[in-house]
T-cell receptor
C-alpha cells in the first residue's frame, strides 16, 4: 500500500536559517506529491505540488523536487521567517478514488 | 486558488445531541469530498470519502450510523455527528478535490466540543 514518512519534529530554527524537512514515500505507480501547511487552529493549505519525476514544486520561497530514484520529496527553504511556524504535511496521491495519503506532519518553530 | 468553506468553525453541544457540519466548494464543482478527523498534534485521519449523488465510503473503524454524510450537490457535503459523546470532541476538516486530480483543497476546520 501507499505510505509517507516524514521526519519527526518539532524542528526549531532561528530566523533566516535554512530549512529541510525530509519526506520519503512508498507507492505503486507514479504518484502525485504534495506539501501542505497547517497554521494553528486552521485547515490545511496546499503549499506546493509535483506530478511527475524531476518536477520541482515551488511557492513562497519553499521548494521540493520529486525524486523517483530515492522516492523522496524533501521540502526546503533558504531563509525561514517566524511566520513560517506551522505544521507541514507531505502527501501523495495514487490509485483510484482521488485519496491522499498523509505523512505524520512536522512541526516547525522559528524563533526571532 | 480553489476555496472550500466549512461551517460552523466551532460548536459546543451537549452529550446526546446531534451536530451538522457543512462543507462547501465555493468556486469549483467537487464530485468528491473528504472528511477527516484530527486529534491534537496528530496527522489527519480520513473518515470517509463522499461522492456526489451516492453513498459515502467509510474507512475501517468509522461508524457510518454515527457519522452521517450527505453529498447532495456538487458544491455541498454535510457531516452529521449523531448522539454525540465527549469522545467525539475533535477537529473535523473537510476537503474537496479538483475533478480528475489528486489535488485537495481544505476547509478551515470545525472544532467540536461535546460536554
Amino acid at each position: 500500500g501507499n505510505s509517507v514518512t516524514q521526519m519527526e519534529g518539532p524542528v526549531t530554527l532561528s530566523e533566516e536559517a535554512f530549512l529541510t524537512i525530509n519526506c520519503t514515500y512508498t507507492a505503486t505507480g507514479y504518484p502525485s506529491l504534495f506539501w501542505y501547511v497547517q497554521y494553528p487552529g486552521e485547515g490545511l493549505q496546499l503549499l506546493l505540488k509535483a506530478t511527475k519525476a524531476d518536477d520541482k514544486g515551488s511557492n513562497k520561497g519553499f521548494e521540493a523536487t520529486y525524486r523517483k530514484e530515492t522516492t523522496s520529496f524533501h521540502l526546503e527553504k533558504g531563509s525561514v521567517q517566524v511566520s513560517d511556524s506551522a505544521v507541514y504535511f507531505c502527501a501523495l496521491g495514487s490509485g483510484a478514488g482521488n485519496m491522499l495519503t498523509f505523512g505524520g506532519g512536522t512541526r516547525l518553530m522559528v524563533k526571532p | 486558488g480553489a476555496v472550500v468553506s466549512q461551517h460552523p468553525s466551532w460548536v459546543i453541544c451537549k452529550s446526546g445531541t446531534s451536530v451538522k457540519i457543512e462543507c462547501r466548494s465555493l468556486d469549483f464543482q467537487a464530485t468528491t469530498m473528504f472528511w477527516y478527523r484530527q486529534f491534537p498534534k496528530q496527522s489527519l485521519m480520513l473518515m470517509a470519502t463522499s461522492n456526489e449523488g451516492s453513498k459515502a465510503t467509510y474507512e475501517q473503524g468509522v461508524e457510518k450510523d454515527k457519522f452521517l454524510i450527505n453529498h447532495a450537490s456538487l458544491t455541498l457535503s454535510t457531516l452529521t455527528v449523531t448522539s454525540a459523546h465527549p469522545e467525539d470532541s475533535s477537529f473535523y476538516i473537510c476537503s474537496a478535490s479538483l475533478p480528475g486530480t489528486y489535488e485537495q483543497y481544505f476547509g478551515p476546520g470545525t472544532r467540536l466540543t461535546v460536554t
